[in-house]
Nanobody, 130 residues
Framework: EVQLVKSGGGSVQAGGSLRLSCTASGFTFDDSEMGWYRQALGAECELVSTINKYGSTYYADSVKGRFTISQANAKNTVYLQMNSLKPEDTAVYYC????????????????????????WGQGTPVIVSS
């Protein structure tokens, strides 16, 4: 069984930083990409960032230059360092994993993304106050 265990998140003032981590078990990271979606209240499910085994990354335009995704293959762990946080980053963040073809940038609800991907972690609230 594929499982994702997340940590991090919480509340911070605008301009602050938080780090999310996600550790996977039950599958080989080499065969998958890992990353995060997020969903703010009343908003669509947004792909935030992904990383593959080659270290190739994707970032949503809204987080480029502020968020950094990295990996530790030996531990099947990925990290999302979030700097210069803004109130609009407030959302529930979901760690996910699966082959590249399972990921979409937009157009699916988080429930649909959860069903499409091999693994989907519990949501982590991130709250950024102004």
């Amino acid at each position: 069984e594929v499982q994702l265990v997340k940590s991090g998140g919480g509340s911070v003032q605008a301009g602050g930083s938080l780090r999310l981590s996600c550790t996977a078990s039950g599958f080989t990271f080499d065969d998958s990409e890992m990353g995060w979606y997020r969903q703010a209240l009343g908003a669509e499910c947004e792909l935030v960032s992904t990383i593959n085994k080659y270290g190739s990354t994707y970032y949503a335009d809204s987080v480029k230059g502020r968020f950094t995704i990295s990996q530790a293959n030996a531990k099947n762990t990925v990290y999302l360092q979030m700097n210069s946080l803004k109130p609009e980053d407030t959302a529930v963040y979901y760690c996910a994993a699966g082959p590249g073809e399972q990921w979409v940038v937009a157009g699916r609800s988080c429930l649909e993304n959860r069903n499409a991907l091999d693994a989907w972690g519990q949501g982590t609230p991130v709250i950024v106050s102004s």
